[in-house]
């Protein structure tokens, strides 16, 4: 039976209906059918507590978590063993610590497959079998490419810097006077300017 250890991001999808959820879905659906086994690190089922109060609350929160909890997806808590592996993943693939958890599961178990959308876990596909979900499209129908609103127009803001009064457009969409340098990512070491 083929254990699929869900990463955060493939659950969010799931909850999102983005790219990807219908696979999702039908890997909970053989879980709750018991043709496989779907798992989650702790570290990721909290990541999924957290991105979804931030974006809802905390009733949207507690809410979806009982229902995904009703799925009877396993949630794996990290322990000793777990952590070192994890740790050796990441400072041998060079992916973030808790997602390291994910891939720690997958290569302990035999018959598993991680399922994420995050890309960064490209590194880590010689570690564990890893199904990479397809990434966001920017726009699902040519209508909602016409109904959009982009931060990036045509005219005086794509001239040089400062044509437009003095001002010129900076990361976000947002306008600057010409030769201030205030705001997050001013002379910081990446240096964008």
Not at 117 to 143: M, R, V, Y
Not at 156 to 185: H, I, L, Q, T, Y
């Amino acid at each position: 039976m083929v254990t699929y250890i869900l990463d955060a991001s493939a659950i969010l999808r799931y909850l999102d209906d983005d790219a990807g959820a219908a696979r999702v879905a039908e890997i909970i659906k053989s879980h709750l059918a018991g043709t496989s086994e779907a798992v989650i690190a702790a570290l990721h089922w909290g990541e999924i507590a957290g991105v979804t109060c931030k974006a809802h609350g905390r009733q949207s929160m507690d809410l979806v978590l009982s229902r995904l909890s009703a799925f009877g997806i396993r949630v794996v808590p990290a322990d000793r063993d777990q952590a070192v592996s994890a740790a050796l993943i990441k400072l041998k693939r060079l992916i973030p610590y808790v997602d390291a958890f994910g891939i720690a599961l997958a290569a302990a178990a035999r018959d598993s497959v991680f399922v994420t959308a995050d890309f960064d876990f490209k590194p880590a596909s010689g570690d564990a079998k890893i199904e990479f979900l397809p990434a966001k499209t920017l726009f699902k129908t040519s209508e909602s490419f016409s109904a959009c609103s982009f931060p990036y127009r045509s005219g005086p803001s794509r001239e040089k810097p400062g044509a437009r009064g003095g001002r010129r457009r900076v990361r976000g969409g947002r306008w600057r006077r010409a030769g201030g340098r205030s705001g997050p990512g001013w002379g910081s070491r990446r240096g964008w300017r």
